[in-house]
């Protein structure tokens, strides 16, 4: 049998400080953007219309953050998750530099903790995550946590390093790429007529709508992104798994919610 098969990394085989570039820049186009949309028929106006964009000083309408962000997780999954139960959460993400169509977005990751569990069939593995443009600007950066089998239980265990992770972004480290000028954003044009004065911490509001997760649409999102982790894909193998069928990518709910 040729060893030239990838069966991606186990457990044991993550470092502390391990840095891994990951392969396949993405050129994202506006094909990509009109299928992001049409899975989940999202309807912000920046993202939509190019003369709503260019009114408050963009060149063109961006990208939905949420769709770079997939992207960029995405580039990560082949090198950090192909093996993975299930990711277990996401800290300090921070977007930066407005992705435009015809933008290239590649990711490098840093590993920053690992732990194994007790039953010592898994761990965790912490990860940072920094994805750039073809500038080298910084449009996203992101740590995760998440779930990895061990290739051999009785592999001797790391050192158990857990990072301090934040619980929200300090103001001082949001980026701010553009600034709108005094009365530019068109209300009417944007849909609602509220604005960051009228949230209050705590709201909560109602809105109203729901969506049925369908298997066929979150492949679909999931290959979108070039996520190639099994847990999404392989009914024969995850129907022997702790979950006893695929599950469906975190980041695709996040859409549907936000979309919602």
């Known amino acids: 049998m040729s060893v030239k098969t990838n069966p991606g990394n186990f457990f044991e085989d993550f470092r502390l400080g391990q840095e891994i570039v990951h392969a396949t820049p993405r050129t994202v186009t506006e094909g990509d953007v009109a299928l992001y949309t049409s899975l989940y028929g999202t309807r ?3 993202n939509s219309s190019t003369p709503f964009a260019q009114t408050l000083g963009l060149e063109r309408a961006p990208l939905d953050s949420l769709l770079v962000f997939h ?3 995405g580039k990560t999954v082949p090198d950090i998750s192909l093996n993975a139960i299930a ?3 996401y800290a300090g993400g921070c977007f930066g530099a407005i992705v435009y169509p015809g933008d290239t977005l590649s990711t490098t990751s840093t590993i920053i903790g690992l732990r194994q569990n007790k039953d010592g069939k898994t761990g965790v593995v912490y990860v940072h995550s920094v994805g750039v443009n073809q500038r080298n600007e910084m449009v996203l950066e992101y740590t995760r946590w998440v779930m990895v089998r061990k290739r051999d239980p009785n592999a001797p265990a790391p050192e158990t390093v857990v990072p301090t992770l934040p619980e ?3 103001v001082e ?6 600034r709108v000028q005094p009365g530019a954003y068109d209300l009417a044009r944007a849909g609602s007529p509220y604005l960051w004065d009228d949230y209050e911490v705590g709201e909560k509001i109602d809105h109203v709508d729901g969506v049925t997760i ?3 649409e979150h492949m679909q999102a999931t290959r979108l992104y070039q996520n190639t982790a099994r847990v999404h894909f392989n009914l024969h193998v995850e129907k022997e798994g702790r979950f006893g069928r695929r599950i469906v990518y975190g ?3 996040i859409s549907l919610a936000r979309a919602l």
């Open 173 to 178: 480290d949001l980026v701010v790429p553009y």
């Open 71 to 73: 992207i960029v997780f």
């Open 214 to 216: 369908e298997e066929a």
């Open 251 to 253: 980041g695709h709910i």
């Open 44 to 46: 912000f106006a920046l």
């Open 168 to 170: 929200s972004v300090a």
């Open 87 to 89: 990711n277990l959460g």
